[in-house]
């Protein structure tokens, strides 16, 4: 599956963004759809993912309760709304799509076998 991820731009703290990640190819299926970003100077990181065919979602502490992910099975997309931004959430993110995999795996990057360009969000005070 080919994966194109969207949305990225500048945006002032507190602000929010939504960003799509569009599946071509095929559909997402059973399978798992993440979103991980890199900031500068950190290694990658999990931001959130879904379980497609039963939305069964897991959030990196860092984003609960700002961030939502959430899957729209007539686009074939799993978006990424994000509110509340800080500084700190300047970053590229990536979308990732994989076999399915129960929440205790869903945060690992291995887990992963898809991968989308990448999108850079940076938010400015």
């Known amino acids: 599956v080919q994966l194109q991820a969207s949305g990225g731009g500048l945006v002032q703290a507190g602000g929010s963004l939504r960003l799509p990640c569009a599946a071509s190819g095929r559909t997402f299926g059973t399978s798992s759809v993440a979103w991980f970003r890199r900031r500068p100077g950190v290694e990658r990181e999990f931001v959130a993912a879904i379980g497609w065919d039963d939305n069964v979602t897991k959030y990196a502490e860092s984003v609960k309760g700002r961030f939502t992910i959430s899957s729209d099975n007539a686009k074939n997309t799993v978006n990424l709304q994000m509110s509340s931004l800080n500084l700190e959430d300047t970053a590229v993110y990536y979308c990732?799509?994989?076999?399915?995999?129960?929440?205790?795996?869903?945060?690992?990057?291995?887990?992963?076998?898809?991968w989308g360009q990448g999108t850079q969000v940076t938010v400015s005070s």
């Open positions: 990732a799509s994989g076999p399915r995999a129960a929440p205790l795996r869903m945060g690992r990057a291995g887990v992963y076998d898809s």
